[in-house]
């Protein structure tokens, strides 16, 4: 496992991040992402500390608190160091069906960081995301609000998932006017199937010089190994029931097919194939991985010793790139006169 510091904070962490979405189950469509319960949850967490991932990802609305109090009893039940171990977790969601209890305002922010602990067991939390928009709380309240939880103690780094780049760097516009915590990383969905990021929140990450999370590298289960035009549905994949993230399913069966057999030439499967891609990208810091068992773990973890070719990459390149859009192509077509010959 290689380590890589998480923007400019100084802090390291693991290649790979462990996403804990799978476990519990519990209401709504979390049972088909994974049902896994505590004996189950410890010995998946005893593979990923031995395998060096000292990365760990949860969220409050995983399960609607369940998942993390699965992480933090097995911290404890493993007897495993807490100070060797990068915990985050989010705030956002929906977490009852109190009128406050849901969104970025100070009230729910600071009020889930307290239930968040409470189920962690923890003392502090080391990455805080905000998990989405909040159109109802103005952008200096809630990096108004993110500085001061952190100024408590309870909360070391805060983060951003799934926010359009503009507004990512209008709140970094805001912390940096006022002196406040800035954010230090981004979580965003990124795999061969959707590869939207490239466009604005790569180029925003090398400038702002934010770590890079990847959420759901395998596109949800669709680009595992199960999936192909001769297959259509998989047995025991998520996606059966819950067909998420959006993915052009013709476009991505190319995409497998080009994988599969560069998958063949390594004899590796077709999703450490498609884990390796993403984690050699430019400005990746740790790809988040997820598994419904200790094998599927086990073979997530492998990927990381697959160093895919300049020819595996244009070949895969090829198949998957993103079509070019406005401004982007005149961007690059205008740019053309600064180079230097």
């Known amino acids: 496992m290689k380590y890589n510091f998480l923007g400019n904070t100084g802090l390291v962490v693991s290649e790979l991040c462990f996403g804990t979405m799978t476990f519990s189950g519990k209401g709504g469509f979390w049972g088909a992402i994974g049902t896994q319960q505590q004996d189950e949850v410890n010995a998946l967490m005893k593979v990923v500390v031995d395998s060096g991932i000292n990365f760990i990802d949860t969220a409050n609305v995983y399960s609607y608190g369940e998942s993390e109090k699965l992480l ?103 912390a940096e006017k006022h002196g ?50 001769d297959s259509e549905k998989a047995e025991g994949s998520r996606r059966s029931a819950f067909d998420f993230p959006p993915v052009n399913k013709e476009r991505t069966y190319d995409i497998i097919d080009v994988i599969a057999e560069v998958g063949k030439q390594h004899k590796v ?30 073979a997530n973890v492998k990927s990381v010793d697959l160093q895919l070719t300049a020819e595996d990459l244009e070949k895969i390149d090829k198949v998957s790139a993103l079509p070019k859009e406005y401004p982007g192509w005149m961007v690059e077509r205008q740019s053309a006169d600064r180079a230097l010959k």
């Open 72 to 174: 933090g009893q097995s911290i404890i039940d493993l007897g495993l160091n807490r100070n060797d171990l990068v915990i985050a977790t989010k705030v956002r969601g929906r977490m009852s069906e109190g009128i406050n209890n849901v969104g970025l305002s100070r009230y729910h922010i600071f009020h889930s960081v307290d239930e968040s602990l409470k189920r962690l067991q923890m003392d502090h939390i080391d990455v805080l995301y905000v998990h989405g928009v909040d159109p109802h709380t103005p952008v200096e309240e809630i990096m108004r609000s993110l500085n001061d939880i952190v100024l408590t103690g309870k909360v070391r780094y805060i983060a951003v998932c799934n926010w359009p780049a503009w507004l990512v760097m209008k709140a970094l516009g805001i």
């Open 180 to 229: 406040w915590n800035k954010f230090v990383g981004l979580q965003y969905y990124f795999s061969l199937a959707g590869r939207d990021i490239e466009r604005e929140i790569l180029p925003l990450a090398a400038d702002q010089n934010l770590a890079v999370m990847p959420w759901s590298p395998l596109a949800g289960g669709f680009l595992g190994g199960k999936y192909n035009r």
């Open 269 to 298: 499967s077709v999703a450490e194939v498609a884990l390796a891609w993403v984690r050699q990208q430019k400005g990746i810091t740790s790809t988040i991985i997820g598994a419904k068992n200790v094998d599927q773990l086990n």
